[in-house]
């Protein structure tokens, strides 16, 4: 299941936003070891970064479970329906000037300034 199918399950029936949706889901990459020739160091900083990836990995796992959380109160309770959401998500989208389903963060970083 999408993050997608999780927060808008019954948009996530129609076939345009279907492919919209599946357009955002970045393929699995395998986990590749890294090549024979690495020296100890280099072998070292590959699996130092590895650990790194699987923090954020679980980190971003965790967030969309808060998020998700959230969401699925706000509805139950009418405070903010999907349909808010939705709209909000297009409006922000649009920020960068690339309606693509993601924000670059530096846009975010800037308004605070």
């Known amino acids: 299941m999408s993050l997608f199918d999780f927060f ?18 970045r393929p699995v990459r395998p986990r590749r070891s890294p090549p024979p020739f690495q020296d100890a160091e280099q072998k070292q900083e ?4 590895q650990s790194q990836i699987d923090g954020l990995e679980d980190d971003l796992g965790y967030v969309a479970l808060i998020l998700g959380a959230v969401m699925a109160k706000l509805d139950e309770k009418g405070a903010l329906t999907r349909t808010d959401v939705r709209a909000a998500l297009s409006e922000i989208d ?3 000037g690339v309606q693509d389903g993601k924000l670059d963060i530096n846009i975010l970083r ?4």
């Open 8 to 25: 808008f399950p019954e948009q996530a029936q129609a076939q345009p936003l279907r492919r919209l949706a599946d357009a955002q889901t």
């Open 110 to 113: 800037g308004m605070n300034r």
């Open 46 to 49: 590959v699996a130092k970064l």
């Open 94 to 96: 649009a920020i960068d």
